[in-house]
Nanobody
Framework: VQLVESGGGLVQPGGSLRLSCAAS????????MSWYRQAPGKERELVAA????????NYADSVKGRFTISRDNAKNTVYLQMNSLKTEDTAVYYC?????????WGQGTQVTVSS
């Protein structure tokens, strides 16, 4: 199982970024996918999640209306579109694959929102 995040970087407040998480080594379309983030000195928190078939999503209150999670099962990739970024969105962002008791994490990608 391998999850590789990309798309992080430095962006000004109000800007946008699109994160990608490329999956391999498992049947991607059978797994729920989610994005988490961890800021320095804080616990890792759920940002957004999407069902295996993309039929349902859920978001942390802090990102509702600004972030959108999506997936392309043909490309084994999950995305996180982040708009109207705020300084408090600065964190390492991780994707996670879940099915039953099985979880697998990516290595993370840094997102820094700063002027």
């Amino acid at each position: 199982v391998q999850l590789v995040e990309s798309g992080g970087g430095l962006v000004q407040p109000g800007g946008s970024l699109r994160l990608s998480c490329a999956a391999s080594g498992f049947t991607f379309s059978s797994y729920g996918m989610s994005w988490y983030r961890q800021a320095p000195g804080k616990e890792r928190e759920l940002v957004a999640a999407i069902a295996s078939d993309g039929s349902s999503t859920n978001y942390a209150d802090s990102v509702k209306g600004r972030f959108t999670i999506s997936r392309d099962n043909a490309k084994n990739t999950v995305y996180l579109q982040m708009n109207s970024l705020k300084t408090e969105d600065t964190a390492v962002y991780y994707c996670k694959a879940s099915r039953g008791l099985f979880d697998s994490w990516g290595q993370g990608t840094q997102v820094t929102v700063s002027s």
